[in-house]
């Protein structure tokens, strides 16, 4: 910000230098915001789909999402299962709109750029289909797909409701004209015919009798076949639910099964101290009989409902083994019983507008966000800094062996970086998974080249004047001008570390320090200089 | 290392952003199922290997997860299975506290997730399909992404981009939102089992990790989601939660059901860089320090909580 000042001296000796140097700045402030700008703008464009919309995908989903069962299933399963298939979500709607489906296909909450590019060219292909199709039909078609549309658009509903409109009058008259005439002439010729009829009633009295008659027989006989087809379908139907029944008779048999093999292989194996290989039950499972046991425990109801087929299960060779008294409570619970265990607890806040207490802290900036700073600083030194290293360490393991100094947490970070710089040194790769040896626990990871040689160094030097407050204090609350004093503290201690390794000397490294009050590194010259 | 013990069973530990020594653990009666809840607010002491309880609060439900505030040092939120949130503030009282109960979800709450960007905000994750996102000042939710058509198991704040979250669901796909955004802007479906935890790598934001009940742990760039940058294999059973290392770039921890505790580097050809046993049931929690560099904690359904220096053997004395 500071080379907007700077051109307003210049800009007043000469006019067209002084111009292109007002744009030169401007463009070079321009260039610094542009990166902070492209970089908010970029990460949009980084966690979103920018593929285009592949047809196979989209002519394999339309093909799904014609299936008739398809069709009887939710929505949101629907949309699932695709979106498993690795479908985009504009691939997505787009099978759902090519999917003659006059139930609202897409979810209100869910738009996009592309999903509203894609409601603007449904509503468009809309407009000209009604006028195509009957015109019966048409009016109520499009008034449900038209309330589903987005509602952004709502010139393009007004037009479409207008259009309506027309359809609609016009359709009213067709339909007059179709129906109500050919109404009023077989009222006209009923009433002709009657008049005929009069007249010849009487003698085709009999014969119009007996004619009635067999129509009436006819009815009758229709009537009956067509409850003989009526009840068949039915029979039809019946069969087939037993046969779904029976179907579900097996599965649940089969899964009694595993449920009581599950249990015999839990009662082998309780004997027996570690686990390899018992009885397991599924993550699926166990959260939804937890949760499903839960909620028919609070219905007062004992059944438990094992929800298939909302997401795949493992096989049962690979479920974890739940611990004995994990079964006992499942056991318990359903049978109807609760745990003994349980208080009633009153958790709700007794002051719901009660105020948060002051922060007594600052918020620290994160590892990652200061080390864009500082580190590429240090990262300029490579061996030099391999140098100093060791002779810091070497300082430094003073303090592990004196406890009063470090808290123990933070013991072990600096045989993890001594041992690091020695990998970088030698290239060694070997590790060790023993968890007991110290030193061959680290490991063949290494850091990425630029070492981040300097960094424990520097998390240390930060990490050191916090922690000498905290042992004086060891309470809760610290003063604010400490906590203020410590970010001016980390700069102040980054660029000394710059500055020191730099200059390739341990002495100067130790010397160079933070003074004042932290007492630690006062222990540190001590016993430094006792040597 | 020390070690400290829970009546109830641990499900989740979270270091604090403000204090080196302190964590938040979450617990729940009867492994979750049905029962009270507690957390705790626990501070290791400097003079030695000692963890001290700095105070407790109790609720009605199980606590599934805990959040400390990136804003207020005393405040933490914790996520109970009877669908509300707690907000506890230590610096009051106790028997001020909770200082708010936001209720809203249908179902269990199971994830949390503090903003550690802007630090004003934050996620909760829930059984009811849906993530909401809330801030301290207001008693109802800013907005709520429904999209999943299964549990939502886990959120993660993206470490760079202060607007973009990952959200891991029970139907196996994990989706990322802006909250920009009506809805979600990518779906990376994962697994072919349930993902149960994501975490973001805090040096590269466009990299992402997804836990599976297929116990496998897959690492995603999203710019290229369609084939993971490196699949780790080696848990037992299923991986319940993992967390990128706020230290290094490649390192990660996971826990899971197979008990056990795993540092991984997901570019090296071995993968696999320490495991850690010490549980006796499935380890559920786990947390890595953002002060301290390899420090690391967890818990786990054997009413233990270990913290212990990477490297070191947590059930050392």
Redesign the interface.
């Known amino acids: 910000m500071a080379t907007t000042q700077s051109p307003s001296p210049n800009s007043n000796d000469d006019k067209p230098q002084a111009v292109s140097e007002l744009v030169q700045q401007a463009n070079q402030v321009l260039q610094d915001v542009r990166p902070e700008a492209t970089k908010q703008s970029v990460?949009?464009s980084?966690?979103?789909?920018s593929e285009p919309i592949r047809e196979d995908q989209v002519s394999n989903a339309v093909k799904f999402l014609s299936h008739p069962k398809v069709r009887g299933s939710p929505v949101?399963?629907r949309?699932?299962f695709l979106?498993?298939?690795?479908l985009?979500?504009e691939e997505i709607d787009e099978a759902f709109q090519r999917v003659p489906d006059p139930s609202p296909s897409s979810?209100p909450?869910?738009?996009?750029q592309d999903?509203q590019a894609n409601s603007l060219s449904s509503i468009q292909t809309q407009v000209p289909i009604q006028t195509s199709q009957p015109l019966a039909a048409a009016p109520t078609g499009i008034v449900s797909s038209g309330t589903v549309a987005r509602r952004q658009f709502q010139w393009y509903h007004a037009v479409s409701a207008v259009g309506l409109l027309a359809a609609s009058g016009c359709g009213t008259a067709l339909l007059i004209k179709k129906v109500i005439i050919p109404k009023l002439k077989l009222w006209v010729r009923k009433v002709v015919l009657e008049e005929e009829n009069d007249y010849a009633k009487k003698i085709d009295a009999k014969p119009s009798l007996a004619e009635e008659a067999a129509t009436a027989a006819k009815a009758a006989a229709a009537a009956a076949s067509d409850v003989a087809k009526a009840s068949q379908e039915m029979l039809n139907s019946k069969n087939e639910e037993r046969r779904r029944f029976e179907e579900f008779m097996n599965l649940m048999d089969a899964q009694v099964q595993e449920m009581k093999s599950m249990s015999n292989s839990i009662r082998k194996l309780e004997g027996q101290a570690n686990s390899s290989g018992r009885a397991f039950s599924d993550?699926?499972d166990h959260?939804a009989s937890?949760?499903s046991?839960?909620q028919s425990?609070a219905n007062g109801n004992v059944d438990v409902n094992v929800q298939p087929g909302?997401?795949?299960t493992?096989p049962a060779s690979?479920?974890?083994p739940h611990?004995k008294?994990?079964m006992e409570?499942?056991e318990m619970?359903q049978r109807g019983e609760?745990?003994s265990?349980?208080?009633?607890?009153?958790?709700?806040?007794?002051?719901?507008n009660?105020q948060?207490?002051n922060?007594?802290?600052t918020?620290?900036t994160?590892?990652?966000?200061a080390?864009n700073g500082p580190r590429q600083v240090l990262q300029s030194q490579t061996s030099a800094e391999g140098l100093n290293q060791n002779g810091v360490d070497s300082g430094l393991n003073y303090l592990v062996d004196d406890e009063?100094s470090t808290?123990?947490?933070?013991?072990?970070?600096l045989?993890?970086t001594e041992i690091e710089n020695e990998d970088e040194v030698k290239a060694d790769g070997s590790?060790g998974?023993k968890?007991?040896e110290?030193p061959s626990?680290?490991?063949?990871?290494v850091?990425?080249p630029p070492p981040p040689v300097a960094m424990?160094e520097a998390?240390e030097a930060i990490?050191r004047p916090?922690?000498a407050p905290?042992?004086t204090a060891?309470q809760?609350?610290l003063a604010d001008d400490q906590s203020a004093a410590r970010p001016s503290e980390v700069t102040d201690e980054l660029q000394r570390i710059t500055k020191m390794s730099e200059s390739a000397g341990a002495v100067e490294m130790n010397g160079g320090f933070l003074t004042g009050n932290s007492t630690v590194i006062q222990e540190q010259e001590n016993s430094y200089e006792g040597n | 290392m020390p070690v400290f013990k829970t009546p109830f069973n641990g499900y989740s530990v979270r270091f604090s952003p403000f204090y080196e020594s302190r964590l938040a653990v979450a617990t729940a009666q009867n492994f979750g199922i049905l029962g009270n809840g507690r957390v705790h607010v626990i501070d290791l002491a400097s003079s030695g290997p000692v963890i001290n309880e700095l105070i407790a609060f109790d609720t009605a439900d199980g606590v599934y997860d805990v959040a400390w505030s990136e804003s207020h040092d005393s405040v933490l939120v914790a996520a109970v299975a009877d669908g509300s949130m707690k907000v506890y503030d230590t610096a009051l009282p106790p028997q001020a506290n909770p200082v708010r109960s936001l209720k809203e979800h249908a179902r269990e709450v199971h994830g949390l997730d503090y903003n550690p960007t802007r630090r004003d905000s934050f996620l909760s994750a829930s059984w009811d399909d849906s993530v909401k996102l809330w801030t301290l000042d207001r008693p109802a939710s800013l907005r709520t992404f429904r999209e999943h058509a299964y549990c939502v198991y886990s959120v993660a704040w993206n470490p760079k981009h202060a607007d973009v979250f990952a959200s891991a669901s029970g139907d196996c796909t994990v989706r990322i939102w802006d909250v920009r955004e009506p809805g979600s802007t990518m779906i990376i479906p994962g697994h072919e089992h349930e993902i149960l935890s994501c975490d973001w790598n805090k040096y590269d934001e466009c990299l992402i990790a997804t836990a599976s009940v297929d116990k496998s742990i897959k690492i995603w760039d999203v710019r290229n989601y369609r084939v993971p940058v490196s699949v780790l294999n080696g848990h037992g059973y299923a991986v319940r939660k993992i967390k990128f290392s706020p230290h290094r770039r490649n390192l990660l921890v996971s826990c899971s059901y197979d008990m056990t505790v795993c540092l991984w580097d997901f570019m090296v050809e071995d993968a696999l860089v320490g495991r850690y046993d010490h549980h006796t049931e499935f380890a559920v929690g786990v947390d890595l320090s953002v002060l301290v560099d390899g420090l690391m904690a967890s818990t786990g359904w054997d009413e233990l909580v270990y913290v212990w220096q990477q490297g070191m053997d947590p059930r050392a004395a």
């Open positions: 990460p949009a980084v966690f979103v789909n949101i399963y949309r699932s979106e498993k298939k690795g985009t979500k979810q909450a869910s738009l996009n999903g993550h699926d959260r937890a949760s046991t839960k425990y909302r997401s795949s493992l690979a479920e974890p611990p008294s994990f409570i499942m619970i609760k745990p265990n349980i208080r009633e607890v009153n958790d709700m806040p007794p002051n719901p009660q948060l207490s922060p007594r802290i918020p620290r994160k590892p990652w966000e080390q009063s808290p123990w947490w933070q013991w072990k970070n045989r993890i590790y998974v968890t007991n110290q626990v680290q490991r063949t990871w850091p990425p424990p998390a990490r916090k922690s905290k042992e060891m809760e609350q």
